[in-house]
């Protein structure tokens, strides 16, 4: 990433801890609150004709998990909208990252939307909300964003952590070993089925439910989800993560995760645990989506914020350099 793409990132983290009831050191911006859970991921037979990628040859790999509930920026509010970010640990000691959410499209093309997006809907702090007047007519002139914001409203919250579908909103290309290329958007499916609720009834529970609702399950088996590829089509963007494709289009299972035990931090050994939806191996490359490359940035400076280093890595990136490169 080039300097000023660090600082748009830099503007994205601010303003998304504005959004989000402000910066609690040591806590993510959004999804704060989350827990680890120790895996195997296994690829199925399908996988390998479309990516060389080691970890979908069919061998088991290791994995760990971290789940939230809440896509507040607050450590101790109530449960919300959940993620799911999955580690592979690859056979040579490398990993790769993939990040996914229960939205199936994002809000916006490109960085500076994003950013204009985030500006609109910011709380007045007269009211709590999203001051209409400014955001109704942002919505008007931009349908894609519309439509992804008309999704998001109507998922229910969730259930459990077990009966989530997850997205991971991008497109990437796979790449096999006849080096035949194929773009696909990956989705996370539940074994156990799908299920939602209210947001109202998700949340007269208390905070940390939901992870003690899927520890529940834990103790009793593991916890399954599918990994499927919908296949893009001729003329299906690969660039544009407010875009959805055709229903019609194939989707492959590519592979199964099951989730064994709770775990954390200080047993995997990364008290960081930094999840880059661009750290990728050989077999699996980015797309030219300019919101997946800014997330590199985004992860990069918010790591900074929680971590306590912050402005020592800021005034790296204002002498032109990453802010990881501390």
Do not use: C
Request: charged share 25%.
């Amino acid at each position: 990433m080039t300097p000023s793409q660090y600082r748009l990132a830099s503007e994205l983290v601010g303003m998304i801890h504005e959004d989000f009831q402000g910066f609690h050191p040591g806590y993510r911006g959004v999804h704060a609150q989350g827990r680890y859970y120790a895996g195997r991921f296994k690829a199925t037979p399908e996988a390998k004709k479309l990516s060389r990628a080691v970890h979908l040859q069919g061998q088991p790999v290791p994995v760990t998990v971290r789940h939230s509930h809440s896509a507040s920026g607050s450590p101790w509010g109530p449960a919300a909208r959940p993620s799911m970010a999955t580690k592979f640990y690859l056979p040579e000691g490398t990993v790769t990252d993939l990040i996914a959410l229960p939205i199936p499209l994002f809000f916006a093309r490109t960085p500076d939307e994003l950013l204009e997006f985030l500006k609109l809907v910011k709380p007045d702090p007269a009211t709590g909300k999203p001051d209409d007047k400014k955001f109704m007519p942002f919505l008007a002139t931009h349908p894609w964003v519309a439509n992804a914001v008309k999704i998001a409203k109507a998922l229910p919250a969730p259930v459990s952590l077990a009966q989530t579908t997850f997205h991971a909103i991008h497109a990437f290309r796979f790449v096999n070993a006849a080096d035949e290329a194929q773009y696909a958007r990956y989705h996370w499916e539940p074994e156990a089925g799908v299920a939602g609720q209210t947001l109202e009834e998700l949340q007269k529970q208390p905070p940390s439910y939901l992870f003690e609702e899927l520890e529940a399950r834990l103790r009793e088996a593991p916890v399954v989800f599918n990994l499927v590829l919908q296949l893009a089509g001729e003329g299906d963007p690969t660039d544009d993560p407010t875009a959805p494709w055709p229903d019609n289009r194939p989707r492959v299972r590519i592979g199964r995760l099951e989730l064994i035990r709770p775990t954390t931090v200080e047993e995997i050994g990364d008290l960081v645990m930094m999840h880059d939806p661009t750290r990728l191996t050989d077999g699996i490359d980015a797309s030219d989506d300019p919101i997946l490359a800014v997330r590199r940035g985004v992860y990069e400076v918010s790591v900074a914020h929680r971590t306590g280093g912050w402005k020592g890595r800021l005034a790296a990136l204002e002498r032109g350099g990453s802010p990881f490169a501390l």
